[in-house]
């Protein structure tokens, strides 16, 4: 009853333990199999029934399997039998292929070792030469500094030695004929300053020899310049109708008389005079400064020669016991003073801090104190002065041309220091401190509220008090000559106009070429002159204030300011004229067309809109300037604009330009043509400013509407729609524009349209051409 009960309900719970234990882990057999033995006694023995079954079930797939693929096998295993045989010939082949290799190998080896020993003894023989290429010229500049040293171009030697020590020594210093030469060189800069100090010294020997001839020889040539300046001048008055009050009036005729006289007595005593370059060879003084600066003890050389010439100035100054017995003695006595000053110049000038404005004046206020006290001890024989005041005279001009030096050199700073902007005021206290000392006034200006600005900048009321302290300074000197109220009026009225005509003006034209200066710079200096213009009469009146002389007065000068600025501002108009077409081109230069393009951008070149934009902003700042010129400057620059626009299309370097590139070129022109219209600057009557693009308008005209036929027919007619185009132009652009169409239609005789465009552009050039060369046989 039992085992009858257990028989159905065991059997599906033995299929379920074989399907747990054939699909989990291992690890979960265990329990698995314990709940077999748990269950009713013969359970295991039904279960282990139920496995055998199970495994002759799996057995006969396995079976099935096996004999399914058993022929697949077998096949396998016979061609592995088939492929042994071919894999030993294989083999031995490969054996005897390698055993070939090895043999041929060995010669290969043997080369390839020969190779590389040839490689390095040639990276060896390259190494050596790159050694010596380093060494020679280092050999060659030594060589060069001794050769220079026995020829006794001795601030050459020294310039050789710096290269030396800068650029050839540090590439060989490791070698031990380096370490000598560097050795050797400062014993050669000794041996050069001991030679060039040995040089000075004759050259101050021979120079205290030759003080009275190098005087006599400078008094001569002033002599002769005297005489030629007063004969140039009385014919100047006459020519011009001035009267001169002289002994009598000289006629035009007797006046070229002298004048040709005083050209032969030159003639005749030029090749007498000589100058002090010729008497005194002045090259030790040049070497020995050279050499001493170069070897950076420049300050030891000016000690030592001002205290040698200090030395030389006290002996000459030194009168001899017998000077004062014969008009010889006064003579050698002055020309051995003036010899000594004349060569006390030419070292000033010629040569840089050796002997300095300060220095000069020392020496001059020592001779000048050492000649009062000679002429006062010795002054009691009756002998003429009518010379000494002569020289005094002189001595007045070269004053007055070291003052114009020195104030050249003030203006250069006031210039140099100057912002060139109008000058701010921000209380009444400012602009009554700026007026006191610089005449202005502009009542509209005065009734501004503060803070406001002047128009000129700080230069103008600076220059102002800098032409009245040079009045001062040149009163100062006059005054001490006894004369009369009418003659030094003339002179300070003709000192006042070398340094406005002079000085000044050749300051401003300097200041004007500078390259720093902008056009912002240039305008305000054309504001600054006419203020500087203005004043001048105020400088009339305060000369007439000093001396008491009427500027009625029949012979009293007047100030050339006018003239002076006048040709200031010219040269500052033309200067932003220049700068102005300068700036244009750098914009130009910006351009980056691309000539092959097939559409336009559809807007203008950026290039074009920022040049416009530069040129709104420069021409706000020309409403400053005389209409005129604010005019000039904007036609000059439109102008300009439009030909290098022109040439930039005409260019030879441009070989091709599509129609694409002529409409973006088209849009940047009418952008140059709404600027035009705009009126930047005011003033211009109708389409005036337009007119600058004219030329470039009708040829652009001509392309974009494609109107030949009208232009050939018309050319030459005055009322021509295209008559501003000149043929050979046009036929530049349209070759251009010929070549482009064949490269970007290489099938345009399969396009009926293609093939007509170019077929009309073929005929347009033709007759073109014939045009062209009608009109040159014409001519």
């Keep these: 009853m039992a085992e009858i009960g257990e028989g159905p309900g065991t059997v599906p719970e033995h299929e379920r333990i074989l399907q747990e234990i054939q699909s989990t882990d291992t690890a979960c057999v265990g329990p698995t199999l314990r709940s077999v033995y748990d269950d009713q006694p013969n359970a295991h023995k039904k279960f282990m029934e139920k496995l055998d079954a199970c495994i002759r079930n799996h057995d006969k797939e396995i079976e099935k399997m096996c004999n399914f693929h058993h022929q697949g096998f077998v096949d396998a295993i016979t061609e592995l039998l088939k492929v042994r045989t071919d894999a030993e010939k294989l083999k031995v082949q490969v054996t005897d292929t390698n055993r070939r290799f090895q043999d041929a190998g060995k010669e290969v080896i043997v080369q390839t070792e020969d190779i590389i020993r040839c490689r390095i003894q040639q990276r060896n023989i390259t190494t050596v030469v790159e050694k010596l290429q380093l060494c020679l010229p280092v050999l060659e500049m030594y060589s060069k500094l001794k050769e220079q040293m026995s020829t006794k171009r001795y601030y050459s030697a020294l310039k050789t030695m710096e290269q030396l020590e800068n650029v050839y020594f540090p590439r060989v210093s490791q070698y031990r004929f380096c370490q000598l030469m560097i050795e050797n060189l400062p014993k050669l800069r000794e041996d050069i300053k001991e030679i060039s100090m040995s040089d000075l010294k004759d050259f101050l020997e021979s120079i205290r020899k030759h003080s009275d001839k190098i005087g006599e020889t400078a008094m001569k040539q002033a002599q002769q310049q005297k005489i030629f300046t007063v004969t140039l001048q009385k014919q100047n008055n006459v020519k011009f109708g001035k009267t001169m009050y002289i002994n009598d009036r000289i006629p035009e005729e007797r006046n070229e008389i002298v004048l040709k006289h005083a050209f032969e007595e030159e003639d005749e005593n030029e090749e007498e005079v000589l100058t002090v370059q010729d008497l005194v060879d002045f090259s030790p003084v040049y070497q020995c400064l050279h050499i001493y600066s170069v070897l950076g003890d420049e300050e030891t050389f000016e000690n030592y020669y001002r205290k040698q010439r200090k030395k030389q100035a006290r002996l ?80 007045r001009d070269q004053y007055n041309e070291t003052l114009l030096k020195k104030w050249a050199g003030v203006f250069r700073d006031i210039f140099e220091e100057d912002n060139y902007s109008p000058i701010p005021i921000v209380s009444e206290e400012e602009y009554r401190a700026i007026i006191s000392k610089f005449p202005f006034q502009d009542p509209d200006l005065e009734k501004q509220p503060f803070p406001k600005k002047l128009p000129m900048s700080q230069s103008v009321p600076h220059i102002y008090i800098q032409v009245k302290e040079f009045i001062y300074a040149s009163l100062k000197f006059s005054e001490s000559l006894h004369r009369s109220s009418t003659e030094i009026d003339d002179m300070l009225r003709k000192s006042t106009n070398l340094l406005l005509t002079r000085t000044l003006s050749s300051c401003l034209l300097n200041l004007i070429k500078k390259p720093h200066i902008g056009l912002t710079e240039l305008v305000q200096i054309i504001i600054n002159t006419t203020h500087l213009e203005q004043a001048c009469k105020y400088l009339e009146d305060f000369i007439t204030n000093i001396t008491n002389i009427s500027q009625e007065t029949v012979h009293t000068t007047r100030l050339y300011g006018l003239s002076t600025f006048k040709d200031a501002r010219h040269a500052a108009e033309g200067e932003i004229y220049t700068k102005l077409n300068q700036k244009i081109d750098e914009f130009v230069q910006l351009a980056d067309y691309d000539w092959t393009m097939s559409e336009p951008d559809g807007r203008a070149s950026g290039y074009l809109m920022d040049l416009i934009n530069f040129l709104r902003s420069i021409f706000q700042v020309f409403t400053h ?48 043509e709404l600027f035009a219209s705009s009126e930047p600057v005011p003033g211009f009557q109708g389409d005036t400013l337009q007119l600058a693009f004219i030329d470039l308008r009708q040829l652009l005209d001509l392309f974009m509407v494609w109107d030949w036929s009208t232009y050939l027919a018309d050319y030459g007619q005055p009322a021509s729609k295209y008559l501003r185009v000149n043929p050979n132009t046009a036929l530049t652009l349209l070759e251009k524009m010929k070549d482009t169409s064949k490269k970007n239609n290489i099938f345009a005789q399969f396009r009926k349209n293609d093939r007509d465009k170019q077929k009309l552009i073929e005929t347009v050039v033709k007759q073109l051409r014939s045009l062209v060369n009608g009109m040159s046989q014409h001519t």
């Design 625 to 672: 300037l005389p209409g005129k010129v604010a005019q000039t400057a904007c036609m000059s620059a439109c102008q300009h604009l439009s030909t290098s626009l022109m040439q930039m299309l005409l260019d030879s370097e441009l070989k091709q330009i599509s129609m694409g590139a002529v409409q973006q070129f088209n849009l940047d022109v009418i952008q140059c």
């Design 316 to 395: 000459v100054l030194q009168p001899q016991s017998n000077m004062h017995e014969t008009v010889d003695g006064y003579r050698r006595y002055f020309t051995q003073i003036v010899g000594f000053f004349v060569v006390e110049d030419h070292i000033l000038h010629v040569t840089q801090g050796l002997v300095t404005r300060a220095y000069t004046d020392e020496l001059w206020n020592m001779a000048l104190s050492k000649i009062i006290a000679v002429l006062r001890a010795h002054s009691g024989y009756g002998f003429p002065v009518n010379r000494l005041f002569d020289l005094l005279f002189e001595i």
